[in-house]
Each structure stands twice: as C-alpha cells, then as structure tokens.
C-alpha cells in the first residue's frame, strides 16, 4: 500500500522557503513549531532531501516529551523513520538526522551513487536505491509502504517536493505563509525543478481549510486525484 504523503513547508508572504544562499530563515513562530511536532508525531516516516540537509542540518526529531511518551505508549520508536532523498549519497555521516535520536534512518541512493559510500551508510541506515540517474521517487514511495509506513510526512526542500507533485505523489499540503518578504528570484520556493509546461500537468488544490497562526495562516490543501 503506498503512504499518505503529507508535505508540510513554512513560506515567506512571496513563496520563499529561504534566502537565495539557502540560508534557513526563521518563518514561523512557536504555535506553529507545536503543530509541526504533533504532525510529524503522528507519522510513521518524515522525508528531506539533501539539500535540506546539507543547509539546514536538521535532526527530524519529535521535540515534545509528551509526544514522545505518546508514541512509546503505542509500540512505536520515539522518533518516525527519518528518510533521505540523496541520488548521489553527498550526505554527511555525522549529520543530525543520522546521529541524533533513536529510531530508523534510511537513505535513498541512485545507482550512480558511489559504491564505497553505500557501502559505509549500511552500517548506520537503511539504504534503498532506486533509479539510475536520479532516485525514482514512486519506487521509493512503494518501497517505503512495503516497509510498513502509511503516513509520510515530507518537510522539504523545493526540488523534492517539486518531484512528488510531478510524479503525482502528494495527498495533502499544508502551508504556513509567514509575515515577511524574502525575494530574489534565485531563492528557492516551495516547488523548483523544472515546472510544468501545459495546464493539464498542475496540480490542482482543494482548501480544506485557513487558520491564523500568530502573524501568518495556515492553508491546509487536498491535492485533487489527476485525470487520466
């Protein structure tokens, strides 16, 4: 069964993740950190992909204790799988998300990736290699599922969730739009990649729902089934 993937960014009032040095900026507020962990605590997996991690560092963890008894509560590790969207394995072995917290970790590779270094992140993650050129993401979604994860939450950056929404991977969006304005025309958004070319390729959005958060909203969206 494929996972429920829900992607969850946090966005500046003209679309931007971060500055064009892909400098993590601070977006969103404590309330809406709460709701991050409460999501991602209710997931069996979170994904990045490598740039995300390569800029920002991040550890994936749950941050609320009370979150966390929770899941021990329920039979589950403290922490959702931490997954890793990195064709060419650049990612360090002493990143946050492979060395802090307890719980699984895998990494999806493409068969381009260097053999050597698969070889040394099987002794600390899972390691799932799936295209040729670049990870096929639908192979890696499956491959997640076989693995037991039916809610999969996607945290970044722009060129993975680009992907997902290209390969028509995406169940819901949440997006919180912040106060500030970033510009550049260089700095990533929530979607980079390519782009889609004709209307038929966009995805199309169904608001489910708008909630204030402190300074900025919250747009909760379903993504409409493509037509064939």
């Not at 749950?62 to 590790?77: N, Y």
Request: proline letters at 3%; one cysteine or more; a neutral charge.
């Amino acid at each position: 069964m494929r996972p429920h993937v829900v992607v969850n960014v946090a966005i500046s009032a003209d679309g931007k993740l971060s500055t064009r040095e892909r400098r993590q900026v601070k977006i969103s507020g404590s309330e809406d950190f709460e709701r991050v962990d409460r999501l991602k605590a209710g997931c069996d997996a979170v994904m990045v992909g490598i740039g995300t991690v390569l800029a920002d560092n991040p550890s994936l963890t749950i941050k609320s204790e009370e979150l966390k008894r929770e899941r021990r509560a329920q039979g589950w590790d403290e922490h959702p799988i931490r997954v890793v969207v990195d064709s060419t394995a650049r990612i360090p072995f002493a990143s946050s998300i492979l060395t802090r917290g307890t719980g699984k970790r895998v990494v999806a590779v493409s068969q381009r990736a260097d053999p050597l270094t698969v070889a040394g992140l099987k002794k600390i993650a899972t390691v799932i290699v799936a295209g040729e050129q670049e990870v096929d993401l639908a192979a890696l979604i499956d491959r997640l599922g076989a693995m037991g994860v039916r809610q999969l939450m996607v945290e970044g950056g722009g060129t993975l969730i680009a992907g997902l929404f290209a390969a028509g991977l995406v169940d819901e969006l949440y997006t919180f739009v912040g106060n500030i304005v970033i510009g550049g025309k260089d700095a990533p958004t929530l979607a980079d990649g390519a782009g889609f070319v004709r209307e038929a390729e966009f995805s199309r959005l169904t608001l489910v729902e708008s909630t204030r958060i402190g300074d900025g909203i919250l747009l909760h969206w379903n993504i409409e089934p493509r037509s064939q």
